[in-house]
Structure formats: structure tokens, C-alpha cells
């Protein structure tokens, strides 16, 4: 399961905007590890640079001290729609001359197919193959000053967004009404202000966090400072794998720190399905907090029973089923020594399609372990998700297709316990009706069609060079 991106602006006169972007895209990219990208704004041009990669590879000194200017957004991208190429690598320009605007995009727009063919018959062009552009299009394409043009954008659009644009003189933030994806403001130096999408990347840069950008905000920052539109928000529908899965630990989301919420889902869990084990493991990274909240609460050892290679690519590990196969074994380590003999709890913060973890229980029972219980840290997805997050079609959703016994049957486990949505939302500790918990329970916050297709507008690409400028 996969995070789409991380957005990052900044709007700091006197300060290394450029420099500033990257350490903050640095915090954030365990959100997006495909492409990264940076856009400077100097009250004159805009520039960008954007290629495919880590944010480390992407940028050198040389790159990073040509992205002059006071205004910087940036992004790290994974794609949800889209292929995997330069083309798509954001921050994207759209327009020209002053009409020229980049733009950061975390997110999925459930009806980008419609505007795209409206657009294109308006006679807009396309360089990227992203619903991201069809925003910023949608953005310029309506007369009048910016935050209209936004707020007109923002009545069209059905799904998930937070957005980081700027144009030559000001810096612009945006998240759709639900709230689905994670933005917050911070201020830096005094001066300057930070959006990002979490509050990890505001520590990483020695910003303060300030507060959250609303759903339904719009964030307008220049010379001027900062002001803020409301658009109306019919309710607030975070996604919850921010707190299990997506959001780093050390991020702190509508107040609740995502370590403590994944430590509470943990504890949930031991008191929903406990068992008598020896040791308690979690699957590595993701799980190992829930699995210590687990442990905790039942008293039972931690224990790291598997050791994560953490320099595997994604793109080697899942190209087809074989390899996705081999990828639990090229992924993890088992250690005998630990596990020889031993019961085990094994902690996971979620089954999509169940096509790795009967290769880790297999792994497990291999290295001696001579029990293995299954313990999931959110309910069974039965539902797709249409907002942005890289899971499954409902075909692929193991629980869409079969029953909990049924699925200990096909992972292998001696047993398998799921947490509840109850508990799940408990262990957030956040109002039940500030999330959004469709691909459990199929109640989309946003109506989606269940056979929509992703956009693919791959006949409209064209690539374009790592450095350009937009005068
Ligand atoms: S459908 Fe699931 S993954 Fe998608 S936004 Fe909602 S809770 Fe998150």
C-alpha cells in the first residue's frame, strides 16, 4: 500500500527558500520515493527542478543554488495516477508569462476524467499524464485574481487534495473540504511561513507548527501576509492510514501524536484478541509501535524476530507476482535464534491483497517459530480507495473475496484477529465522524463510481528537460 506524496511550500524573504524545501521534502519521503522536485518563485520567474528519484539524488548544491528566490513549494511524489515517469515528477507549471503557477498536489481527483476532456475541448494542453495538472488548468483557465480562481477550482473538483502553489509573487495552500490528506501551517525565523503536509518536515526545518490548514481553506501568503478563505466543509474526513500506516510517528496530526495513536492500536488489539505467546513481533517498520503497545498490554517480550532490508527498491520487488513473492524474502530476515521454539504474535498494520504476509509466516515457521497469530492493526479492507492511496482493485482486496477464517487459512496463521473500526477509532482518540474509514466500511465521504477507472492520459505526454524556466 502506498502514500501518494508530500508537498512542502515555503514563503520566507532573506531566507534559502530552495534549501529550506529540501530538508523539509526530506523529512517527507517516506510519502512519495518515485520523483521529487522543488519550484522557486524571485517576484520575476519561477524555475523548477524536478527528476525522477530520492530527494538526495535529486538534488546537488549546483541544483539547489540555482532555485533562487523568496517562494519555494516542492514535492515528493508517488503515483496514483499517472505512470511512473519524468513527465509526471512534480512541481508542475501550467500557464505562461504571469499567468505562469506551479503546482504541489498530495491527493486524487475522483472526477479528473470529466475536467480533463472539458479542458482539452477549451483547447488546454496536457504535458503531464496527472490529474494534478488537470487542477492547476482548471486553476487558470477562469479570469479574475487568484484566490477566486482557486475557490471557483475548489467547486469543481470531487476529491482528495492538499496543494502547495505559488506564482511569481505569492504562495498559495489549499485542502479539499473533507480534509482527507494531511496539511499544516507553521512559521519560520519569524518571518516567513511553512505549509507541509506533516509536522515532521516543520521540526526537520526549525519551523513552528502553527495549526492545521483547515478543510475547505485557502491559505493566500505574500508581502502583504497571510490570509485565509473558508469554503464550506460538510465534514471532516481524515484518511485514518495517516495514523497507522502513512503519517511518521513523530508527526502529530488534529492533535494526537501518530506514535501514541499506533502504540493505543496496538493495546486495542491485545485487549480484543489477546493470546498467551511467548513473544510479541511486529512486522518491520510500520508495525513495530503497534506491536510494542501490544506487547505491553499483554505482558508478553518484544522481540525483533525480523530484520528489514531497508535499501530494497520497490519498482525490483513489484513488477509481477513472482517477484512480489520473492520480495518478502528479499525484504526480510528472519533470526532463528530468536524465534526457535517460540509462540508468536506477529503484529501488522494491515492485509490489502495477503499476497506477502503468507511468505512472512512461512518465513517465520521456517525459522523455528513454532506458532504464529496473526494480529492486524486496522479492520479488513473490503472497499478500494479512490483518494489517493495506492491499494488494490476490490478484485485484489483478500478480504472483498474471503472470510477472517478464510484468510488464517490462506496467510497460514494459527490465528488471525483484526482490530475493530471502534477500537480503531478509539485508539485515535479523535471523534469517529472526523475520518475517513471507506475502504472498511465502503461509506465514501465523496460519491465514487466502484468500476471508475484511474486517468490515463499517456497519448498526451511529452517529456520535459529537469531544469526549466518559466519566464
Ligand atoms: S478509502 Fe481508506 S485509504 Fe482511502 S482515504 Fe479513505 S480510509 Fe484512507
Not at 313 to 332: C, M, N, S, V, W
Not at 365 to 387: D, L, N, S, W
Request: hydrophobic content about 40%.
Amino acid at each position: 500500500m502506498h502514500e501518494s506524496c508530500g508537498v512542502v511550500g515555503v514563503y520566507a524573504p532573506n531566507e534559502d527558500v530552495a534549501r529550506l524545501t529540501f530538508f523539509a521534502l526530506f523529512a517527507l519521503q517516506h510519502r512519495g520515493q518515485e520523483s521529487a522536485g522543488i519550484a522557486s518563485a524571485d517576484g520575476q520567474k519561477l524555475k523548477v527542478h524536478a527528476q525522477m528519484g530520492l530527494v538526495s539524488q535529486v538534488f546537488n548544491e549546483e541544483s539547489l543554488s540555482k532555485l533562487t528566490g523568496h517562494i519555494a513549494i516542492g514535492h515528493n511524489r508517488y503515483s496514483t495516477t499517472g505512470s511512473s515517469r519524468i513527465c509526471n515528477a512534480q512541481p508542475l507549471i501550467v500557464g505562461k508569462g504571469q499567468d505562469a503557477l506551479a503546482i504541489a498536489h498530495n491527493g486524487n481527483i475522483v472526477n479528473s476524467r470529466l475536467l480533463y476532456q472539458e479542458l482539452l475541448d477549451k483547447g488546454y494542453s496536457f504535458s503531464s499524464t496527472t490529474d494534478s495538472e488537470v487542477i492547476g488548468n482548471l486553476i487558470i483557465s477562469v479570469p479574475g485574481e487568484m484566490v477566486s480562481k482557486i475557490r471557483y477550482t475548489m467547486h469543481r473538483l470531487q476529491g482528495a487534495y492538499s496543494l502547495t502553489m505559488m506564482n511569481r509573487d505569492r504562495m498559495f495552500a489549499a485542502r479539499d473540504p473533507f480534509g482527507i490528506r494531511p496539511l499544516c501551517l507553521g512559521t519560520i525565523n519569524g518571518h516567513g511561513w511553512v505549509v507541509v503536509s506533516e509536522t515532521c518536515a516543520l521540526d526537520q526545518i526549525g519551523a513552528r507548527f502553527v495549526r492545521e490548514v483547515e478543510p475547505g481553506e485557502i491559505i493566500s501568503i505574500g508581502p502583504d501576509g497571510l490570509e485565509s478563505y473558508r469554503e464550506p466543509s460538510p465534514r471532516h474526513a481524515i484518511c485514518i492510514f495517516e495514523y497507522s500506516y502513512f503519517a511518521r510517528p513523530d508527526s502529530t496530526i488534529n492533535g494526537r501524536l501518530v506514535y501514541q495513536a499506533r502504540q493505543a492500536m496496538g493495546a486495542r488489539l491485545a485487549e480484543e484478541y489477546p493470546m498467551y505467546a511467548d513473544l510479541v513481533v511486529g512486522v518491520p517498520d510500520s508495525s513495530t509501535i503497534a506491536a510494542k503497545g501490544y506487547a505491553q498490554r499483554c505482558g508478553i517480550a518484544l522481540a525483533d524476530g525480523l530484520i528489514k532490508n531497508r535499501y530494497i527498491g520497490r519498482t525490483f520487488i513489484e513488477p509481477d507476482q513472482r517477484l512480489r513473492d520473492l520480495g518478502a524474502k528479499l525484504k526480510y530476515n528472519p533470526m532463528p535464534q530468536v524465534l526457535d521454539g517460540k509462540r508468536i504474535v506477529l503484529v501488522d498494520d494491515s492485509i490489502v491483497r495477503g499476497t506477502t504476509t503468507p511468505h512472512v509466516i512461512k518465513l517465520l515457521k521456517k525459522a523455528g517459530a513454532k506458532e504464529v497469530h496473526m494480529r492486524v492493526c486496522v479492520p479488513p479492507i473490503r472497499y478500494p480507495c479512490f483518494f489517493g492511496v495506492d491499494m488494490a482493485t476490490r478484485w485484489e482486496l483478500i478480504a472483498a473475496q474471503k472470510s477472517v477464517e478464510e484468510i488464517r487459512d490462506f496467510i497460514g496463521a494459527d490465528s488471525l484477529g483484526y482490530l475493530s473500526i471502534d477500537n480503531l477509532v478509539k485508539a485515535v482518540d479523535l471523534p469517529s465522524n472526523s475520518f475517513c474509514l471507506a475502504c472498511f466500511n465502503g461509506e465514501y465521504p465523496i460519491p465514487v463510481q466502484m468500476d471508475m477507472e484511474k486517468l490515463s492520459l499517456e497519448t498526451h505526454l511529452h517529456r520535459h528537460s529537469p531544469t526549466q524556466d518559466y519566464k
